[in-house]
């Protein structure tokens, strides 16, 4: 078995390719979900990408050609806005683990939706492309999508899980209630 074959087929590169199968499917399905149930399922979804994409072997673009590109603007915009619905209102945070933080005196704000659609897209490109089947461009796929989890949506998904997690176990100040609490007398009613 050639490196490259042994590198796409490798035990960790398959299982990270059916997380990530999972994440896309779970997004693409956001608009049929609860904010609590969304939540929930992204906070035990994300992780797990994060581990597994840590995990893959490490390999470096071998082809010319830059892979295709399955997610057009549209299906990104189709993306955020499904997720920026479910949010609704929990949708923003502030950011202060961004590199322009070191030049302003106050948190950036940010979106859920919009990062989990720039995951998405990396994620989405990378899928399709190891759909294909074809050795190289699958190869070259996984280490560009390895590359932009190192240098951009890791950093993000990680992020995004601590958004996460403040809209599934934070206090809301404004109205000095529970989300939570709130989320399940409305599926009592």
Known sequence: MDSTASVIFDRNTVEFVTVSAEFCAFLEQAESKSRRRFVDTALKLLPLLYLKASMLPPCEAEGMVEPEIIVTESDYDAIRSMVAGVLADRDDYLDVFLADMRYSDTP??????????????????????????????????????????????????????????????????????????????????
Do not use: P
């Open 108 to 189: 950036i704000r940010r979106n859920i939706s919009e990062d989990l659609a720039d995951i998405y897209q990396d994620i989405k490109n990378f899928v399709g492309v190891y759909r294909l089947g074809f050795d190289e461009t699958m190869h070259d796929a996984l280490a560009i999508c390895e590359e932009h989890f190192a240098s951009y949506w890791g950093q993000v998904l990680v992020n995004t899980m601590r958004a996460l997690h403040e809209v599934k176990y934070g206090f809301s100040a404004e109205d000095g209630t529970d989300d939570e609490a709130e989320e399940e007398l409305d599926e009592l009613q």
